[in-house]
Each structure stands twice: as structure tokens, then as C-alpha cells.
């Protein structure tokens, strides 16, 4: 049992480059999220998904897209880089209930460098 | 959703207990509390979540008075490996809402 993956662990990208970072959960949990950390700050939601095959937009969103590309996995896609952009992303998990406490499960976070 | 307030760090000593007590005066009926600890290069940890009086496990405690405007996170006899950034959360249990993470406290344990 892995919990949440991600990969790469660490990317170095252009001004303008694209990429998709990817996280997968074996935990069967129906919701999945997407956070970025700057330094030496809290953790920000961009997107995240309550289930399979919905997506919704988090409190910073502008510049990404995702996909919830089955229950086990949720991607996140930089279309044009920018140095803004730099930071750790962090994939999280969870069985979300309504009427139930929520816990949720963090990846090892990919460190992303846009020049 | 409910703000909260913590204090930006704290320092200790190996073997000492450590409260850190975090306010949330707006919090609401259906809201409980949620602790996540957090090394550095990695991804928040869950430690210890409840709604009112005292929650245990084998890492935290967690106090809670009666109105619910604060809780204290308690971590016994902390070691070196305690230091980290401890961020309280208020979650609503009604679903559609997602967790808010301020700026934590950060720990420092010190020989």
C-alpha cells in the first residue's frame, strides 16, 4: 500500500514549457485534490475532484487544468510555465463522506523550478 | 469557513510537553477541529481531529472547551524529530469545502 504517488519529484522547466504532473492513490479514495506550497507559506488548493469524473476550481486555480483520469489517479497540467509558478505541488487523497470527518492523505510533493 | 489564528513558531526542549493553542472564534456548529503536522520536503501528516472536550491518541492530544472558539494541540515529552510546522484547521463536516491551511506554527525542539 503506497498511499499517494507523485511524479517526477522534481522538475526544472523554461518560461512558456508545458508539463503534467502526476499523482496516483491506492486507497480507493473518491476525492483528490491539488495544492501548491510556497515558501515558507501555508498550502493553496487549485483544483481538486469529490469524484470521479468532476473537477472543480480551488482558491488558485488560473494557469492549470486537471484530469481524473480514472479513482485512481488526478493530473495536473501547466500549459505555458511561468515563473510564478514556482513551487511544491502537493497531491492529496480522501474518503470524503458528507456527515463524515474528513482526513486527508498527502503525496511527497513534486518541487517544480520554472526559469 | 472559519478562520484561524496560531502562533508563527515556537521553541522547546527535548522531554518538555508542547501546547500550541490555535482560536477560532467564528466556528460553526457543523465544524470540527483538524491538526496537520508537517516536515520539512514533505506532505502534511494528519495527527488528531474532534469536536469538543478531549480527543487522545497515541501522538497528540486535543482540547477543546465547551464554546469552541480554541483548541491546544499537546504533544508529550517531545523529541528532536517533533520539529515541524503544526497547522490547525477547521473543517465543515457538511462536504463541499475543502481544507484552508494558514501559515502553521512552526516548532523547533531544541537539545
Known amino acids: 500500500n503506497a498511499g499517494v504517488t507523485q511524479t517526477p519529484k522534481f522538475q526544472v522547466l523554461k518560461t512558456g514549457q508545458s508539463m503534467t504532473l502526476q499523482c496516483a492513490q491506492d486507497m480507493n479514495h473518491n476525492s483528490m485534490y491539488w495544492y501548491r506550497q510556497d515558501p515558507g507559506m501555508g498550502l493553496r488548493l487549485i483544483y481538486y475532484?469529490?469524484?470521479?469524473?468532476?473537477?472543480d476550481k480551488g482558491e488558485v486555480p488560473n494557469g492549470y487544468n486537471v484530469s481524473r483520469l480514472n479513482k485512481r489517479e488526478f493530473s495536473l497540467r501547466l500549459e505555458s510555465a511561468a515563473p510564478s509558478q514556482t513551487s511544491v505541488y502537493f497531491c492529496?487523497?480522501?474518503?470524503?463522506?458528507?456527515?463524515?470527518?474528513?482526513?486527508?492523505?498527502f503525496g511527497p510533493g513534486t518541487r517544480l523550478l520554472v526559469l | 469557513l472559519a478562520k484561524t489564528t496560531q502562533p508563527i513558531s515556537m521553541d522547546s526542549y527535548e522531554g518538555q510537553e508542547v501546547n500550541i493553542t490555535c482560536s477560532h472564534n467564528?466556528?460553526?456548529?457543523?465544524?470540527?477541529i483538524t491538526w496537520y503536522q508537517q516536515f520539512p520536503s514533505q506532505g502534511p501528516r494528519f495527527i488528531i481531529q474532534?469536536?469538543?472536550t478531549k480527543v487522545t491518541n497515541e501522538v497528540a492530544s486535543l482540547f477543546i472547551p465547551a464554546d469552541r472558539k480554541s483548541s491546544t494541540l499537546s504533544l508529550p515529552r517531545v523529541s528532536l524529530s517533533d520539529t515541524a510546522v503544526y497547522y490547525c484547521?477547521?473543517?465543515?463536516?457538511?462536504?463541499?469545502?475543502?481544507?484552508?491551511f494558514g501559515g502553521g506554527t512552526r516548532l523547533m525542539v531544541k537539545p
Open positions: 492529496a487523497s480522501s474518503r470524503r463522506d458528507r456527515g463524515s470527518w474528513e482526513t486527508q492523505y
Open positions: 474532534g469536536y469538543k
Open positions: 484547521l477547521v473543517v465543515t463536516s457538511l462536504g463541499g469545502n475543502m481544507l484552508t
Open positions: 475532484s469529490a469524484s470521479e469524473g468532476t473537477t
Open positions: 467564528n466556528i460553526a456548529t457543523n465544524d470540527y
